[in-house]
C-alpha cells in the first residue's frame, strides 16, 4: 500500500474513532493490547504482596529508639531495587560501589555523576517502599558546602531519591550541616572511607588502636552534631563500634562493624553471590545465594538449545492460520517463478 495511502486510512480511521467511540469504551480493548504485549518490558510484575507503608526519615528514627535493627541494601538498577524492595529492605543505597560492581571499573574514584544519577533514577522508578539515598561520588562534594549542596540538589531532582551519603567525618561536618539546613537527609560515613583509601594506605580497618578509636569517635559526634539522620561505620572493630554506637542519639549503619550497630549495609552483588568464582571477598562478606552458577547454567543450557535446534518450540511461536500460509506461500512461488528478486 502506498504511504499516501496509508496515512489517508490511517487518519480517517482515527477521526471515525474519535466522532463514534466514546473513550470508556476505547478502554477494554487498551487493556487487551496491554495484557497481549509480544516484547521485552519493565520486570516489574504482579505484586508480591501488599504494599506496604513508605519508610522515611521518621520511620528509621522511630525504628531506632524502638532499637529494632535497620536493614540497608546496595541497589545499581530496576531488577536489583525492585528485588530488594519486595524483600523488604528499610534503606536502599545507590552506592558508589557500582563503580566496580556494575560497570566494571578498579574503584569508585573513576564514577561520574551523571552515572550516578542515571543509576539513582532506575533504582527510583522500582522502589516503592523503601528510603531511597544516593551515594555522592568523589569530586562533587569535596570542594566546598555549596558545591556538596549543588549535587545534592540534583541528586534529588534529577536522581529521584529521598537522601544522599557522603565519606568523611570532622572536616565534612560544615557541609553535611549546609546540605540538611536545605532540608535533604544526610547519611554520613565515618571509618574506612573508600574514596580516601589512598590516604588511608588502602583499605584498612580503622580504629584500631586507642587514638584511632577515639578518632572514629570524634567523627561520629561531628557528623551528628551536623546534622545527620545516621552514619554508616565501615571496617572498624566490633567493640569499638558497639561504643560508638552506645554514646550515639542517631543510628549507625555497620559494614564490617560487628553486630552491635543500630542496622547492617552489605554491597548486593556480593552477598547473592553474582560474580565469577576467585573474586575477592572482604571478611565481612557473607554469601547468602550463588547468582552467578545459576545464571551460568541457564544461559549455557539456552545456547546448548540454540545450538542443538531445540530452542524455540513451537510452544515459543506464533501460529498462523493454514489458509493464510497457503496463500503465502502460493504467491513466494509465483514470484520465484517470475524470478522478480528485487522485489524481495
Known amino acids: 500500500m502506498p504511504a499516501t495511502l496509508f496515512r489517508?486510512?490511517?487518519?480517517?480511521?482515527?477521526?471515525?474513532t474519535r466522532s463514534?467511540?466514546?473513550?470508556?469504551?476505547?478502554?477494554?480493548?487498551?487493556?487487551?493490547l496491554t495484557q497481549q504485549r509480544w516484547s521485552s518490558h519493565s520486570p516489574m510484575g504482579t505484586p508480591t504482596g501488599p504494599p506496604r507503608k513508605k519508610v522515611t526519615v521518621g520511620t528509621i528514627r522511630s525504628m531506632y529508639k524502638k532499637d529494632e535493627p535497620i536493614s540497608v541494601m546496595t541497589a545499581h538498577d530496576f531488577p536489583s531495587a525492585a528485588v530488594a524492595d519486595a524483600a523488604g529492605m528499610d534503606i536502599l543505597l545507590v552506592g558508589d560501589s557500582l563503580a566496580m560492581v556494575s560497570m566494571g571499573m578498579e574503584d569508585t574514584s573513576e564514577v561520574?555523576?551523571?552515572e550516578m544519577?542515571?543509576?539513582?533514577r532506575s533504582v527510583a522508578r522500582a522502589t516503592k517502599g523503601a528510603f531511597t539515598v544516593g551515594d555522592l561520588p568523589m569530586g562533587s562534594y569535596e570542594i566546598s558546602p555549596e558545591q556538596a549542596l549543588e549535587t545534592a540538589i540534583r541528586f534529588v531532582k534529577e536522581g529521584r531519591?529521598?537522601?544522599i551519603k557522603l565519606e568523611g567525618g570532622k572536616e565534612m561536618a560544615p557541609t553535611i550541616s549546609r546540605i540538611t539546613s536545605a532540608g535533604i537527609p544526610v547519611l554520613a560515613h565515618i571509618g574506612l572511607t573508600p574514596q580516601r583509601q589512598?590516604?588511608?594506605g588502602g583499605f584498612r580497618v580503622q580504629g584500631k588502636t586507642s587514638s584511632g578509636a577515639m578518632s572514629v569517635l570524634e567523627d561520629a559526634?561531628?557528623?551528628?552534631?551536623?546534622?545527620?539522620?545516621?552514619?554508616?561505620?565501615?571496617?572498624?572493630?566490633?567493640e569499638v563500634a558497639t561504643l560508638i554506637t552506645k554514646k550515639l542519639s542517631v543510628p549507625t549503619i555497620g559494614i564490617g562493624a560487628g553486630n552491635g550497630c543500630s542496622g547492617q549495609v552489605l554491597v548486593q552483588n556480593d552477598m547473592i553471590g553474582n560474580f565469577p568464582p576467585g573474586r575477592f571477598l572482604p571478611k565481612f562478606v557473607k554469601q547468602y545465594g550463588n547468582v552467578w552458577d545459576e545464571t551460568l547454567r541457564a544461559i549455557t543450557s539456552y545456547k546448548t538449545e540454540v545450538k542443538a535446534r531445540q530452542y524455540p518450540g513451537p510452544e515459543h511461536t506464533y501460529p498462523i492460520a493454514q489458509h493464510?500460509?497457503?496463500?503465502?506461500?502460493?504467491?513466494?512461488?509465483?514470484?520465484?517463478?517470475?524470478?522478480?528478486?528485487s522485489w524481495f
Do not use: D, W
Open 8 to 16: 489517508s486510512c490511517a487518519l480517517s480511521l482515527y477521526r471515525g
Open 324 to 341: 493464510e500460509l497457503e496463500a503465502f506461500e502460493e504467491q513466494l512461488e509465483r514470484k520465484t517463478e517470475e524470478n522478480e528478486s
Open 112 to 114: 561520574l555523576v551523571e
Open 20 to 32: 463514534t467511540a466514546p473513550l470508556s469504551a476505547a478502554k477494554p480493548l487498551l487493556s487487551s
Open 161 to 163: 531519591i529521598q537522601g
Open 117 to 120: 544519577l542515571l543509576h539513582c
Open 198 to 200: 589512598n590516604a588511608l
Open 221 to 238: 559526634f561531628a557528623v551528628q552534631e551536623a546534622g545527620a539522620f545516621a552514619m554508616v561505620l565501615e571496617a572498624v572493630p566490633a
